[in-house]
């Protein structure tokens, strides 16, 4: 949990240089954004128990009741105004934020573009002040009955934005969206107490308690029945644990496979992967763990002032906890070997078809960010000896008759390639649509390159006059940075483009040079590589240099012995 406001800590303006260095950008753009940040406040001060309601899925009202520090007048004035925060002070803060919010600018963005409420008392002696502001305007404050801690009430959202209004889905769609916020927040901070009402009806009750206890009462029924796991490692200056689900349940989607950092969910791909390279062996292909990711790591390490809503983190020190969240997660399957084989007894009838089709899981393995099943090899990678890794990129494997060295991007590359190919991606709503701006000749192109973009798991949408936003997106693009992605979307049309496209998707998607590779999955990337109709990566190059059994022995002059 992040630590609560010091009581010293007042609102202050930022300095234009201080806020000069951080992520600009518009945060609030549909009512889940405005539940995000308004829980990340309350958590921030401290609160022991925090109330969600929403009203016509938060179209009509977002009300967020805290127990925190709360405010004084002074602190309430100022609270609503852009660049204000008690926060952050200088520069030097940055580098060691423990708060959620650091920016200063979430209740500016709210107030501009909604009706703004805020009553709030601090535990001082003094009584209780209500703000109003509406369009960016203080309309009141005056001081008024309340308990100590803070309600925030934000109504009419998007009163003077009604373009940005159009782009709102219905009650129950944008209720859904307000739920995972909600959820979010609730998994990463156990320890506080949290309700979501929906209009009126108490909906979520999470009392305090463990990670695990949180998850199981957040998640229920998708989460299995079995005790969840905990497993834990570290490194320096970070700890990683990982709670499981019952090993039984998997899923298709990655939705029960969520990373946490400093009490903050991120969609940092490389922490997912991590995990599902730890649990490789234990969950057949094509199907993702149920697993919950929690990193507590020194702030210097971590840096979250990359994007306004703080949805990406960069570490200083990624590999190390790529590879702690890889033994968190082995740990799990050491402790409990069989149960992964064990598919008589999946819940759902979508499972007992899988488990018919798969009984010969035990052997099964995926390579970490497979999307789909893939055929097993014929030998299910017997006869294939892994020898190890060479200058970080090779992969040296005995076959029964040749010495096979294997480029480990260029394979991993080709192979997801073939992947993206022949399947129709599942796509995803965006959390926060991408929007872009694109010439006149890119409009006309991109108006008319609808179906060609689904084909390949984009969904685009008009945002405007030279201006489009995507909305949906295959999960494996998630890894091609937003830059280049535009920059890949803005040139479509053509076999030529769409061949480069998922060039570029399967070579972010690819294990790098660097990375290391443990034997069960070098095997089955040899195997996986072998049968590849064009054995070379997208690019063209080879993907790998063979040695017969004979030929080296040409080379040092000793003939087989066929008597062996
Ligand atoms: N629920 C609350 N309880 C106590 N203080 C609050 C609460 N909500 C807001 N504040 C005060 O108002 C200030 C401004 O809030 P705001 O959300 O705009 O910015 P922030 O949290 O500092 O940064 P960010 O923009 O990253 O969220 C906070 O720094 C905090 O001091
Ligand atoms: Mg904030």
Not at 6 to 15: A, D, K, V, Y
Not at 90 to 112: K, M, N, P, Q, Y
Not at 205 to 227: E, M
Not at 431 to 455: H, K, M, N, Q, W
Request: charged fraction near 25%; proline fraction near 6%.
């Amino acid at each position: 949990m992040s630590d609560p406001i010091p009581r010293s800590r007042r609102i202050h303006f930022l300095r234009d240089e201080v806020f000069r260095k951080i992520a600009a950008g518009e945060v609030i753009d549909r009512p889940f954004s405005i539940v995000r940040e308004l829980l990340d406040n309350a958590i921030d001060a401290g609160s022991s128990s925090i109330d969600v309601h929403l009203e016509a899925g938060g179209l009509s009202r977002v009300r967020v009741v805290d127990d925190g520090a709360g405010m004084d007048c002074d602190d309430l004035s100022l609270c609503w105004q852009p660049h204000t925060t008690s926060k952050i002070d200088s520069e030097d803060d940055l580098l060691r934020v423990t708060s959620l919010g650091f920016r200063g600018e979430a209740l500016a963005s709210i107030a501009l573009c909604s009706k703004l409420e805020v009553v709030s008392k601090g535990q001082g002696a003094g009584p209780a002040y209500r703000l109003e502001v509406r369009e960016g305007r203080q309309q009141s404050l005056e001081p008024c009955q309340g308990r100590p801690g803070t309600t925030v009430d934000v109504s009419e959202l998007f009163f003077n934005y009604p373009a940005r209004r159009k782009f709102l889905r219905s009650a129950s769609a944008e209720s859904g969206l307000c739920r995972s916020a909600f959820l979010d927040k609730a998994v990463a901070h156990p320890a506080i107490a949290f309700r979501l009402f929906i209009d009126g009806a108490l909906k979520i009750s999470l009392p305090p308690g463990a990670a695990g206890q949180r998850i199981s009462l957040a998640y229920g029924p998708l989460f299995g029945t079995a005790p969840l796991a905990v497993s834990e490692s570290s490194g320096p200056g970070f700890t990683v644990s990982v709670v499981a689900g019952d090993r039984e349940v998997r899923r298709r989607d990655r939705r029960l496979l969520q990373a946490f950092v400093n009490g903050r969910r991120v969609f940092e791909f490389a922490l997912l992967q991590a995990a599902e390279f730890g649990f490789a062996g234990a969950v057949p292909g094509g199907w993702h763990p149920v697993a919950f990711i929690f990193i507590r790591i020194d702030p210097s390490l971590v840096d979250f002032n990359i994007h306004p809503a703080k949805k990406e983190v960069r570490f200083r020190n990624l590999s190390d906890v790529h590879h702690a969240v890889v033994e968190a997660a082995r740990q799990q399957i050491a402790a409990e070997p069989a149960s992964a084989t064990t598919v008589s007894s999946f819940p759902s009838a979508a499972s007992r078809e899988h488990a018919a089709r798969h009984t010969h899981v035990g052997r099964e393995l995926t390579l970490p960010l497979a999307p789909d099943p893939v055929p097993s090899p014929p030998n299910d990678g017997a006869g294939i000896r892994f020898l190890g890794q060479v200058f970080g990129v090779f992969l040296v494997f005995e076959l029964p008759d040749r010495l096979v060295i294997l480029d480990q991007h260029a394979a991993h590359e080709r192979i997801l390639f073939e992947r993206l190919s022949v399947r129709a991606p599942e796509m995803q709503e965006m959390l926060f649509p991408l929007c872009f701006d694109v010439s006149e000749e890119e409009e006309s192109r991109l108006e008319t390159a609808g179906a060609e973009l689904i084909g390949l798991g984009v969904e685009l949408r008009k945002a405007g006059a030279r201006a489009f936003e995507v909305t949906a997106l295959a999960e494996h693009f998630a890894m091609i940075p937003e830059e280049a992605l535009i920059e890949l979307i803005r040139g479509v049309g053509g076999a030529e483009w769409q061949y480069a496209f998922r060039a570029t998707a399967a070579c972010r998607m690819a294990i790098k040079e660097g990375d290391r590779v443990d034997p069960v999955t070098a095997r089955e990337l040899c195997a996986q590589a072998l049968e590849l109709p064009v054995p070379r990566c997208p690019h063209g190059r080879p993907i790998w240099h063979q040695l017969s059994e004979e030929s080296l022995r040409k080379l040092v002059d000793r003939p087989i012995d066929r008597q062996r």
